[in-house]
């Protein structure tokens, strides 16, 4: 009975909408009508114009009055004259057709030419997948945005489920929503307490949103080493921090650390130790050679190949908004030709040097270790 209302329901909705593209079509052909209220309106003044004369005969009204009469009954005759000839100039009839026949055409044509396309383009047979039902699937068979869905109606019911908010934030930064990524760390944060890992991906998300290493974002990540010294996304983003503060020594030596207790089979141990090998020698010839910075490298931890392959592009593309801002930064130019290296995407590479060099066209020295970064491209 309900499949019956449902379908009945959606062929009520199509006549409507036939119904007012018809009307839409069929408007012109109303011209005719007013073109019949013109020639009456002539025939109107012309009718005062000679009742006029006979008033005058029978000397109803003095000539003056007559004339002044005449005159403003003629002015509105040469309007409503002016005005038939523009409707008759556009007449409702088309290549010698009647205007009843058009609409007649129109509205037998609009409906079957309609239906046709709907049967050869639509999918009429398709059978209906309910919101409902299609939620209910196997959590291996939802897309992402159907998970988040279903997480987020979960929590809804039940705010207070640790796992589902664990499960809702990565979810959030593989969708590029950090800030509620942060948010939903921070839920998780509130349920289960902190811990290192908690704190770490909070910090990340944080780090994603505000494209850079923010106060708060940094303060996460060292209550992190607080509770873990072995925490590596947290002693990555440090590392970078001190980078970025000039303390390079103290950045190294960080590094260092994390890759001595770190497992020989971690994700981003490679990255990590490339990244070294350009500080610890930053003009050997190989110091150079293409690897993830701070952003990227941090992301990596504990993430399937393809998260970790949208997190970089994720940090990539808030590090290129943030030159795109402030472009006098010659080592974010750096990283980010040598991030899109890494990503096999050389076009986007060549264009950065080139927003890179208009920007130190003045500084050979900023100009010359951009030709050795497009030199290292793979």
Do not use: C
Not at 21 to 26: E, G, N, S, T, Y
Not at 49 to 55: G, H, Q
Not at 233 to 238: M, V
């Amino acid at each position: 009975m309900s499949q019956t209302f449902s379908d009945l329901l959606l062929w009520f909705f199509f006549a409507v909408m036939t119904a007012a593209v018809i009307a839409a079509v069929l408007r012109p052909l109303r011209r005719t009508k007013a073109a019949g209220g013109a020639d009456r309106e002539v025939a109107l003044y012309r009718d005062q114009l000679a009742e006029v004369e006979r008033d005058v005969e029978r000397g109803v009204i003095e000539p003056a009055e007559a004339e002044a009469a005449k005159v403003e009954v003629s002015r509105r005759l040469l309007a409503a004259a002016d005005a038939m000839e523009n409707e008759r100039a556009r007449p409702g009839v088309r290549n010698g057709f009647s205007a009843r026949a058009v609409a007649l055409a129109v509205i037998v044509a609009v409906p079957a030419i309609s239906l046709g396309l709907y049967l050869a383009l639509g999918s009429p047979g398709l059978p209906d997948e309910p919101f409902k039902e299609r939620m209910a699937a196997p959590v291996e068979q939802l897309p992402l945005d159907a998970l988040v869905l279903r997480v987020e109606e979960h929590l809804k019911a039940d705010p207070k489920d640790l796992r589902g908010w664990e499960v809702l934030a990565p979810a959030y930064v593989r969708q590029r929503r950090f800030d509620d990524a942060a948010n939903a760390w921070s839920q998780a944060i509130a349920l289960g307490g902190e811990t290192a890992a908690r704190l770490a991906a909070r910090g990340e998300a944080k780090v994603f949103a505000a494209g850079g290493i923010a106060p708060k974002a940094h303060d996460d990540f060292q209550k992190a080493v607080a509770l873990d010294p072995h925490e590596p996304r947290a002693q990555y983003y440090l590392g970078a921090a001190e980078v970025e503060a000039g303390k390079k020594d103290a950045a190294i030596a960080r590094w260092k650390s994390l890759l001595a207790s770190a497992p020989k089979d971690a994700p981003w141990r490679a990255s990590l130790e490339a990244e070294l090998a350009r500080l610890e020698n930053p003009g050997a010839s190989g110091a150079t050679a293409p690897g993830p910075d701070a952003a990227q490298v941090g992301a990596a931890a504990n993430m399937s190949p393809e998260e970790r392959q949208k997190m970089i592009e994720g940090m990539v593309g808030g590090l290129a908004a943030r030159l795109e801002k402030s472009p006098n930064d010659i080592e974010g130019w750096l990283r980010l030709v040598r991030a899109y290296g890494v990503l096999g995407k050389k076009p986007e590479a060549l264009a950065s040097l080139a927003k890179a060099r208009q920007a130190f066209v003045n500084d050979k020295a900023a100009l010359a270790r951009l030709d050795e970064a497009e030199k290292a491209l793979p």
